[in-house]
Each structure stands twice: as structure tokens, then as C-alpha cells.
Nanobody, 126 residues
Framework: HAQLVESGGGLVQAGGSLRVSCEASGRPTSGRTFRTSTMGWFRQAPGKEREFVVWINRNSDTLYADSVKGRFTISRDNAKSTVDLQMNNLEPEDTAVYYC???????????????WGQGTQVTVSS
């Protein structure tokens, strides 16, 4: 599986913005490359289960969770094998560890993703 590394998390006040990034490297999953993968972002808040945030497929179609729609924007750069998540108008409820993941097709389900990053912490203070 490809290796995914997130960066860009941090501490921000409510209403502020952060951009988290994910870079893919290493041996791609057999028959698949970054370019042909759906890339997703998930997050896990303290004491809660990990939840879907957004995916972007190979055609750059996107699907957002209702909780972030209109505030978060995902983008990908296939030449650099990176996917970014721009988060605006952040709320304390957005505080979580954010994970990047790769899947062979577009899905909201964790089990469909076969490569995961280690996560990056995003903390939003009120």
C-alpha cells in the first residue's frame, strides 16, 4: 500500500482557517496509483468514533459530510500526489485528529479505504 503522510494541523480560534495536506509516496496498491485512487479525509474527535469528512475521486468529483459542507474544500494535485483540505470558519466541534486515506472507489465507509495516514491534530478553541 502507498504511504500517506498528513501535515498542517494545529491550533486555531473559532472562525479561523487551517489547511491540512496529505502526500502519498511509496509503492502503490497493485493496479492502482494515486491518480486513479479516491482520496478521503476522516476525523476522530476525543471519545467519538472516526467519521467521514469528504472524498475526491479520480475525476475530482467530491462529496462532503453535511457538517462541513460550505466550510471545507478538498483539492488534489495528481502531479505531486497530494490532496489538501482547506477548512474555513472552523468551529470547536471540528476539533479532531484528521486522517487521509485512499480507496479504489468513492465511498464514505472506512472499510473501503486500504491506505491510511497517521493523522494530524486540529484543535479549534472557542
Amino acid at each position: 500500500h502507498a504511504q500517506l503522510v498528513e501535515s498542517g494541523g494545529g491550533l486555531v480560534q473559532a472562525g479561523g482557517s487551517l489547511r491540512v495536506s496529505c502526500e502519498a509516496s511509496g509503492r502503490p496498491t497493485s493496479g492502482r496509483t494515486f491518480r486513479t485512487s479516491t482520496m478521503g479525509w476522516f476525523r476522530q474527535a476525543p471519545g467519538k468514533e472516526r467519521e467521514f469528512v469528504v472524498w475526491i475521486n479520480r475525476n475530482s468529483d467530491t462529496l462532503y459530510a453535511d457538517s462541513v459542507k460550505g466550510r471545507f474544500t478538498i483539492s488534489r494535485d495528481n502531479a505531486k500526489s497530494t490532496v489538501d483540505l482547506q477548512m474555513n470558519n472552523l468551529e470547536p466541534e471540528d476539533t479532531a485528529v484528521y486522517y487521509c486515506a485512499a480507496a479504489p472507489f468513492a465511498s464514505r465507509r472506512e472499510r473501503d479505504y486500504d491506505s491510511w495516514g497517521q493523522g494530524t491534530q486540529v484543535t479549534v478553541s472557542s
